[in-house]
């Protein structure tokens, strides 16, 4: 299998974004940035799932992408909720 110009540059952006991220997500000067720098890895997490089943051409990592992007939707929210102190 062999990747194509495009297919490499999307493979780049997504790491790129990844270090990104978890620089902000360690070193974030606030709660808040931390929280919103792990919605940024689950949704590039999400992403790469879909960009993994299209190079497999397996629709069942499409299923699991939609789970998991369901799931750390739902664990973003808590958590900020958790920190703005709204624990209703």
């Known amino acids: 299998m062999t990747l194509t110009l495009l297919e490499i540059i999307a493979l780049a952006m997504l790491g790129i974004a990844v270090l990104?991220?978890?620089f902000r997500l360690i070193l974030g000067p606030a709660a808040p940035d931390r929280v919103v720098a792990a919605d940024t890895l689950s949704v590039i997490t999400?992403?790469?799932l879909v960009v993994l089943a299209a190079f497999l051409g397996s629709p069942?990592?499409?299923d699991v992408a939609?789970?998991?992007g369901t799931l750390a939707?739902?664990?973003v929210v808590a958590i900020?909720?958790?920190i703005e102190g709204n624990g209703s």
Do not use: E, K, M, N
């Open 46 to 48: 999400t992403s790469g």
């Open 80 to 82: 900020a909720r958790a």
């Open 73 to 75: 939707f739902v664990g």
């Open 66 to 68: 939609l789970i998991y």
């Open 60 to 62: 069942l990592y499409l």
């Open 20 to 22: 990104l991220s978890l």
